[in-house]
């Protein structure tokens, strides 16, 4: 199987190039916006407002993942706050609970390696950037293919700032997908771009009922196939 260092590894990588990804995407919709005479300075604030915290999360894990006593400082204070809220959840039945940090240490040491490696090829990371924006583009384009279904179709530059900014704000949701605000800040911001909010309201609600289901429906079809293949007990000789 994969190590769980290999595979916290490979979602910041997914990280860095899903939001290089739409960095570029939103560029290029900034621009197009620009060009046709659509780009006001509430789109221009809150586009800058989404690279910059793109730009800043990367900043954040590069400047964490390049200092090695940060990341056992790192550790020793996870394991800290853990033990303490242990202590509080138990009513201090269980006073201590994690004796050490060495292995959550160990854990952030083997990331360290993967960055380090990666930082030496570079090239490594064209492929996830170039999914990232393909991946990007693809959610727009599904958003823009509501509206035009609807009779509707819209400029397509708006949809992907809206796209960005209610992605940033399902993060503090914790509704799946961030299902409910996801929804409020993406036609909130279409309409604030000229788009007729009826439209915008069976649009965005069509797309994200779509986009749950086949995630729910191809999440079982996934989980089923790796039961029966990984799931079934070991044959006991006889």
């Known amino acids: 199987g994969i190590s769980v260092s290999k595979s916290t590894s490979a979602q910041l990588v997914r990280i860095v190039a899903v939001s290089g990804g739409f960095a570029i995407v939103l560029a290029i919709a900034v621009l197009s916006m620009l060009l046709d005479g659509s780009l006001n300075r509430w789109v221009s604030l809150l586009s800058a407002a989404l690279v910059a915290a793109a730009f800043i999360v990367v900043a954040i894990m590069i400047f964490i993942l390049e200092r090695e006593k940060t990341m ?19 009513l201090g039945r269980v006073p201590k609970k994690i004796s050490s940090a060495q292995p959550l240490a ?20 064209l492929k996830p950037l170039l999914w990232g924006v393909i991946f990007s583009a693809a959610d727009v384009a599904m958003f823009y293919a509501a509206f035009v ?13 809206a796209f960005g900014l209610a992605g940033a704000a399902s993060f503090f949701m914790v509704t799946p997908g961030g299902a409910g605000l996801y929804e409020v800040v993406m036609i ?17 609600v069509l797309t994200r009922v779509v986009l749950m289901l086949g995630t729910i429906i191809a999440g079982y079809y996934f989980y089923q196939q790796a039961i029966m293949k990984h799931g079934r007990k070991p044959k006991s000789s006889v």
């Open 106 to 125: 160990l854990f952030f040491g083997d990331i360290q390696a993967d960055y380090r490696t990666i930082r030496r090829k570079k090239k490594l990371l």
């Open 72 to 90: 056992t400082k790192m550790a020793r204070g996870m394991v800290k706050i853990t033990n303490g809220a242990i202590r509080v959840l138990t």
């Open 149 to 161: 279904a609807l009779g509707h179709p819209v400029n397509p530059a708006p949809i992907a700032v």
């Open 188 to 204: 909130g911001f279409l309409t604030l771009s000229g788009v007729d909010p009826r439209v915008g309201i069976a649009a965005i």
